[in-house]
């Protein structure tokens, strides 16, 4: 396997292979290599970066140390939000386990009396509805546990951009249409809201740059690329004007001669051999 020194490095051998190495979810992987660092917690984050410390035998204190001046710019942004059943009244769960404890003995008792007098299916379904009640009751259990152990480690839910590829049908007969490029233009930028890492492919040589920045990212109009960032807080310039998106994971971009459209994960992959970066 290629010897890692830098975090640069990691980015470059790419997601699958870090993922057979160290069994961190793709997922997390990607936003760990994009520094999506608003999407991590802290506590999960510096775990994960003393996994690939010690799984590739690099020094990442230079990026737990970014991180740490991201989190402390950020720490509204970071904050926990607080949750409905955080802020319900703590005298309240014994009442609901006591009344759902009642309503189980209720339906049981109930169930019972029905069993001596019905058919063998009826049974059956009486027995379904008093599984349901307890399947309702060890939720609450459930959520009045996950109030008292709730730590304020923040796990995202990742999921792959999704591009404004897919068009719906209304009618069986019609052919499905690719939705239009996002923007076609000779200029095209990208304006980040907050610093992101982006990777860009040349498509005609396979050439690749990629760099963690807050400036604008200008697109080559004459080349055909791939496009990879972070996240997808950002703008679209064009003579034309601006397009806004605020999508929070990992973003990814075709370009083929200055029509610019955002595409799906498993599209990047299909154009990129197969390869993540």
């Known amino acids: 396997m290629k010897q890692c020194n830098t975090f640069e490095d990691l980015q470059a051998l790419g ?5 057979e190495q160290t069994h961190i979810s793709r997922d997390k992987l990607e936003l760990i290599m994009g520094k999506a660092y608003e999407q991590i917690g802290r506590v999960q984050f510096m775990g994960y970066i003393s996994i690939l410390e010690r799984e590739f035998g690099v020094d990442l204190n230079n990026i737990k140390e970014e991180y740490k001046a991201f989190y402390n710019e950020n720490a509204e942004m970071m904050a926990p939000k607080p949750s409905a059943i955080l802020q319900a009244n703590v005298n309240s769960k014994p009442k609901w386990v006591l009344a759902g404890i009642g309503v ?3 339906l049981i008792g109930g169930g ?7 058919s063998t299916s009826p049974q059956e379904d009486v027995i379904h509805l008093t599984t349901a009640s307890v399947a309702v009751v060890d939720q609450n259990s459930d959520s009045n546990m996950t109030d008292q152990n709730e730590t304020n480690v923040s796990v995202p839910a990742i999921t792959p951009a999704v591009a404004p590829e897919v068009a719906t049908v209304t009618d069986a007969n019609k052919t499905i249409k690719p939705a239009k490029a996002l923007v076609s233009a000779k200029e095209i930028s990208i304006l980040p809201k907050y610093k992101v890492w982006y990777g860009m492919i040349d498509l005609a040589n396979g050439a690749k740059s990629q760099g963690i920045t807050k400036d604008p990212i200008v697109i080559d109009t004459d080349k055909n690329i791939l496009l990879i960032m972070g996240h997808g807080r950002v703008e679209i310039a064009s003579p034309e004007g601006k397009t806004q998106l605020k999508e929070k994971n990992a973003v990814y971009f075709a370009s083929d001669h200055g029509a610019l459209k955002q595409i799906t994960h498993k599209e990047f992959l299909e154009r990129n051999g197969g390869n993540g970066w």
């Open 15 to 19: 997601i699958e292979k870090i993922h």
């Open 104 to 106: 189980i003995a209720l």
């Open 112 to 118: 019972y009396v029905l069993q001596g007098k019905l």
